[in-house]
């Protein structure tokens, strides 16, 4: 037998390690134990995209994980439990408590349904955790209850040795009044493990209600990653300090009537912006400016409040927006520069070399010598709201989970998710971005993005870096060639003052034509390293037009985009409510969703957000863990251990005492 030797380095990290398995024995255990998980299948993916601040929807298509858990369900009972109680099971599982409560003001709770409703939980819970090992099944239950569910679950009612044991078991948690607690804990089994992995490819921020209690289900997530959208990045720059982004975001608050968000949900104060709009514009009816609402909504007096808000912080917006487009030539963006084109006198402004009518020209604000100074009074508005998110605990919270969990791109067990494009030019070729003298383009400018926004939030306060990387931020969102925006301008101001809609139009990025080939789409993913034969690009961004058509599967299923209007701001566009993706050890597929209702329709009538099927790619064999990205690092463990074991058995490294 030949004797191998260790290098220095090698020596050392055996030494490190054994600390953690200090004996051949605790060696071989864990290479026995690697090894099998790596035979068992790949857990479920779930990809959402788009979710712009409906919590309603993107909870509810949490919960029942697009439609996977009422496939476990029916895969667990579908041959002895009629429909109609498999849906009450589902709702049941979604939303426990408030189920139960419902159930109970109707009557329908007695002994008999608590022992039944636990039984086929039991029966769901296993069908659902059959491809985790029982230690990760074990680490997702509920500490006080553990031991009792993993009997359950091991056991089994059809468990002939056991069966007077599992009933006595089912009837004590009822004698004790543990029921309700026992079925709300195997219900958030059930969430918590029907999906393995949870991708959230962009714009959680803006357009709905509740962006901040997305973000905190997400913060409850076993497991998620974020790949930013322009939104994000939005937020994230306000949260640095851009005061560029933090006029933009509270501009779209007001735009889609989410004024109470700012306030209830950030705790950001809006009355010293509320006091200025009302003396500054108040003789403006600010008709442009009014709030966006549904077809039914008529317009109150604090819309007229809200329009007059909206108006202000847009002239503030534009105003910062010059000044951040001044200090970085390198952004290219002089075409943005539209204040200082109006004629007051002529009530024109020129873009591009054309002179267009102003819909609007009452702009006090605006001093035509130095058009993008702000006022004392301005300046003070913006000193307040850059203090109020800079300072904001629960903000910094979010957006410091944003900045663990999140990245410009992410590749992941064949699937390359980014948020908006790859810029490209017409050629096909990977658009050059020049910063600092230096070019950037493809996977090498998405790179370089993360780190100027990471160094926006993390650098050393007062420095050039993290001045730099906070002022790309606002690039980031709206600049040319941002991978997270990807068109040529945010045409903000123009639908606001000019009626002609050929200046609104915004061209998106050569990337959303030429990616939807498949030699474009092969040197994408090329670019990224990834096996053009078998990977897939995962986006968002772009609202697919079911009316119109349109597809979400590109190029043969090798690009596939999942924003289908979660907003409800699009949904009128689309004709859907969004898309999400699954991914199994069996095939990919695709949910198209219905607009959800309602909470209480839900949990009273078992009305589930109903979703149709799209599968676009069948694995020719069922997708074990070893063939994965987690699976990679586990065999790569299994190889050190091997040499751990060798070390020890040589005596190069000298076992310690068993733990």
């Known amino acids: 037998m030949t004797e191998i030797e260790f290098d220095a380095n090698t020596l050392k990290y055996l030494k490190t390690l054994s600390r953690s398995y200090p004996t051949v024995q605790s060696v071989s255990t864990e290479i026995i134990n690697l090894t099998a998980i790596l035979n068992l299948p790949k857990g479920t993916e779930h990809y959402i995209s788009d979710i712009h601040g409906e919590y309603d929807g993107f909870r509810h298509i949490l919960r029942n994980a697009s439609g996977s858990v009422r496939r476990k369900i029916d895969q667990a009972l579908g041959d002895y439990v009629s429909a109609s109680e498999r849906k009450t099971l589902a709702t049941l599982i979604y939303y ?46 509920p500490e006080e209850y553990a031991y009792i569910i993993n009997e359950l679950m091991t056991t089994g009612s059809k468990d002939f040795n056991k069966e007077e044991y599992y009933s006595q078991i089912i009837d004590t948690i009822i004698d004790s009044g543990s029921a309700d607690s026992f079925i709300k804990a195997m ?37 998620v990653d974020i790949q930013w959208g322009n939104h994000d990045m939005l937020w994230m720059g306000a949260a640095a300090g851009n005061s560029a982004c933090i006029a933009n975001a509270v501009r779209i608050c007001l735009r889609y009537n989410n004024f109470d968000f700012l306030e209830s949900g950030y705790g950001i104060n809006m009355r010293p912006l509320s006091m200025f709009a009302m003396d500054v514009y108040k003789d403006d009816p600010c008709t442009a400016f009014m709030p966006k609402c549904s077809a039914d909504d008529a317009y109150d007096r604090s819309d007229s409040v809200i329009a007059k808000m909206h108006k202000a912080i847009s002239i503030i917006q534009f105003k910062l927006e010059g000044q951040y487009i001044s200090a970085h030539p390198e952004y290219k963006m002089n075409d943005r520069l539209l204040l200082d084109k109006m004629d007051a006198e002529r009530r024109t402004v020129t873009v591009n070399g054309t002179e267009y009518p102003l819909t609007d020209s009452f702009f006090p604000t605006v001093d035509p010598e130095c058009p993008y100074v702000l006022t004392s009074e301005e300046q003070y508005i913006i000193d307040g709201l850059q203090s109020a998110f800079v300072n904001n605990e629960k903000l910094q919270r979010h ?54 926004a990471r160094h926006g939030q993390y650098g050393d306060v007062g420095s050039e870096e993290k001045t730099t990387g906070c002022d790309f931020m606002w690039y980031l969102w ?12 945010m045409a903000t101001f123009e639908r606001y003052f000019i009626e002609d809609k050929a200046t609104h139009k915004e061209i998106s990025d050569p990337y959303f034509t030429l990616a ?32 119109k058509g349109e597809s979400p599967i590109k190029v043969d299923g090798k690009l596939v985009i999942i ?33 959800f209702m309602t909470i209480t329709d839900a949990v009273c009538n078992n009305h589930d957000m109903h979703s149709r099927f799209i599968p676009f790619k ?28 060798e070390a020890y058995r040589s005596g190069a490294v000298k076992q310690g005492k068993k733990k």
């Open 618 to 645: 069948t694995f020719e064999r069922r997708v074990k863990i070893a063939d994965t990205d987690d699976g990679k690092d586990i065999a790569a463990q299994i190889d050190d251990l091997k040499m751990l074991l």
């Open 96 to 141: 426990p408590e408030l189920k139960l409560r419902d159930l109970k003001s109707n009557g329908a709770v007695d002994r008999e349904w608590y022992s039944i409703t636990l039984k086929r939980l039991i029966s769901v819970c296993n069908i659902v955790t059959s491809k985790y090992t029982r230690s990760k099944v074990r680490k997702a239950l």
């Open 478 to 489: 709206c600049g040319p060639k941002s991978p997270l925006f990807g068109k040529n301008k």
């Open 516 to 547: 939807y080939s498949a030699e474009n789409v092969d040197r994408i993913l090329e670019e990224f390293g990834m096996d053009a034969k078998t990977s897939v690009i995962v986006n968002g961004h772009i609202p697919v037009k079911i009316k």
């Open 399 to 452: 957006i410091d989970f944003m900045f663990k969990k999140g990245s410009m791109f992410r590749c992941c067990n064949g699937c390359l998710m980014f948020h908006g494009c790859v810029p490209m030019e017409e050629d096909g070729s990977f658009s050059v971005f020049e910063h600092n003298g230096k070019e950037y383009s493809g996977k090498k400018l998405l790179e370089h993005c993360e780190k100027l």
């Open 187 to 223: 219900c958030h089994l059930v969430q918590n493990t029907v999906i393995d992995k949870l991708h959230i490819v962009g714009d959680i921020y803006d357009r709905g209600e509740y962006p901040h209690l997305v973000m905190d289900e997400l913060e409850k997530q076993r497991y």
């Open 563 to 595: 924003d289908g209007g979660m907003s409800k701001a699009y949904q009128s566009v689309t004709g859907i409510a969004g898309y999400t993706l699954v991914s199994n050890s069996h095939q990919m597929y695709l949910s198209e969703h219905e607009p």
